[in-house]
């Protein structure tokens, strides 16, 4: 293995060390924020919790999926296109689920709604290849 090689694994080592805190921490804050609604929270606004509460368990799955990449990529050194794009297919979708649509514009809905096509159409590409390239 080269100096550069060594480097890379050391770094996403590190990147997945970090990752793991970032997990655990933010499975806590779930947690807590989870707790302190339910027992706060008055009659009626119990939507807006859950948007919170949806966005929460979005940003944890986010953080695994790119957990995920690390992992794969120390394991095989090459990086899955794949998961990438399923990751930011799931990190759009958690921008329009906590989107507050009084507060955007259309052009952010258009950009979001581009963005949900362009991956889309890439992952169906990926997706028909890597299926290609397996039979």
Do not use: C
């Amino acid at each position: 293995m080269h100096a550069i090689e060594h480097i890379e694994v050391l770094v996403s080592k590190v990147l997945s060390i970090f990752m793991v805190v970032v997990i655990l921490v933010a499975i806590a804050d779930l947690a807590i924020f989870i707790i302190k609604e339910v027992f706060t929270t008055p009659y009626g606004s119990i939507n807006t919790t859950l948007f919170k509460v949806f966005g929460l368990f979005l940003n944890i799955l986010i953080a695994l999926e790119i957990l995920e990449n690390i992992t794969a990529y120390l394991k095989r050194h090459v990086f899955q296109v794949e998961l990438v794009i399923v990751t930011s297919l799931i990190a759009v979708a958690r921008k329009i689920i906590i989107l507050d649509l009084e507060k955007v514009k259309g052009i952010d809905i258009i950009g979001l709604g581009v963005a949900i096509l362009a991956l889309s159409i890439s992952y169906l590409i990926i997706r028909f290849s890597n299926s290609n390239n397996r039979h």
